[in-house]
């Protein structure tokens, strides 16, 4: 019918934060706008979330979010919390988002929208070292390995040494700037 013309809504993420996400996040804000890009306005609107495998709802897995009324061209923002799994791999996202709404001829609408949202990777430092042994009164250099086994490199690193007052050893340098370590380097 003539009367079902004209109405349609878009939605899009406008923000997250952290800006970055990473898996293992916890208590992600996504933002994300619903605008009436129809030509006549639409109401009752209702947006339920679903959620992928490795992204769970950070509060309530039964959320669903009441807009009420968008004229034509107006948007509404909502915010999505989010919780990403350690293991979910870097990647685009989508977040399907369930919209139930009516037009002003009381004509009953569903659309399945997304939002999409990128999950970079995460730098993960490993430390080893070897076997150092020193008799009482003698001096040796403490080597360490750190080894980013992530997927994305770690920035700006510093290796510090924090000694407690019990251990019968004193240390020259208790820090040292490693500056980028590339993944598996």
Do not use: C
């Not at 350690?86 to 977040?95: F, I, Q, S, V």
């Amino acid at each position: 019918p003539v009367d079902r013309e004209g109405v349609d809504i878009f939605s899009e993420v406008v923000e997250t934060d952290p800006k970055q996400l990473r898996s293992g996040d916890n208590y992600v804000s996504v933002k994300v706008r619903l605008t009436n890009t129809g030509s006549k306005p639409v109401e009752e609107l209702r947006l339920t979330p679903s959620f992928l495998p490795g992204i769970d709802p950070a509060y309530s897995s039964d959320e669903v979010f009441y807009i009420g009324r968008l004229n034509e061209g107006q948007s509404k923002v909502i915010d999505l919390g989010l919780d990403l799994d350690d293991d979910l791999e870097k990647g685009r996202y989508e977040l399907p988002l369930v919209t139930e709404f009516e037009d002003v001829d009381s004509n009953g609408y569903v659309r399945n929208l997304t939002g999409m949202v990128r999950i970079e990777g995460k730098p993960d430092l490993e430390i080893s070292s070897d076997t150092n042994q020193i008799k009482a009164g003698g001096r040796t250099d403490l080597e360490l390995e750190i080894t980013n086994t992530g997927s994305q490199s770690a920035e700006g690193v510093t290796v510090r040494a924090i000694l407690e007052e019990s251990q019968p050893f004193e240390v020259d340098d208790r820090s040292s700037y490693l500056g980028e370590i590339e993944p598996n380097e």
